[in-house]
């Protein structure tokens, strides 16, 4: 799971995910901050989730295997779909979107 936020204080239940990363092997946590000022201490990934940080974190079969959910604000959803779909080739039966407006 990839978990993209402003800063740190805005990372929604990472103490659960953490947790349930903690307790099951096969899910992984990859929290990324896109505000510059972000915590100097900060010793996740940072940026915008692009393909080089995705090649990072997932090897080529989960690529190639995986359904990804996207979530997020309207302008998250479609970078992210255009980064999937166009750069990456993953084809639109793939991919799960659910919109969170408003914020």
Not at 6 to 27: H, P, S, T, V
Not at 45 to 71: P, Q, T, V, W
Not at 85 to 94: C, F, P, S, W
Request: hydrophobic share 35%.
């Amino acid at each position: 799971m990839f978990d993209s936020n402003r800063n740190e204080q805005n990372i929604l239940y990472k103490d659960e995910f953490d947790k349930w990363a903690n307790q099951n092997n096969d899910f992984k946590v990859i929290y990324t901050l896109t505000e510059e000022a972000a915590n100097v201490n900060w010793m996740g990934e940072r940026g915008r989730i692009d393909r080089s940080m995705l090649e990072r974190h997932l090897s080529k079969d989960e690529i190639g295997n995986a359904i990804f959910y996207i979530c997020g604000p309207p302008g998250m959803l479609k970078a992210m779909q255009e980064l999937l779909q166009k750069e990456m080739q993953i084809t639109k039966d793939r991919l799960k979107v659910e919109a969170f407006t408003g914020y």
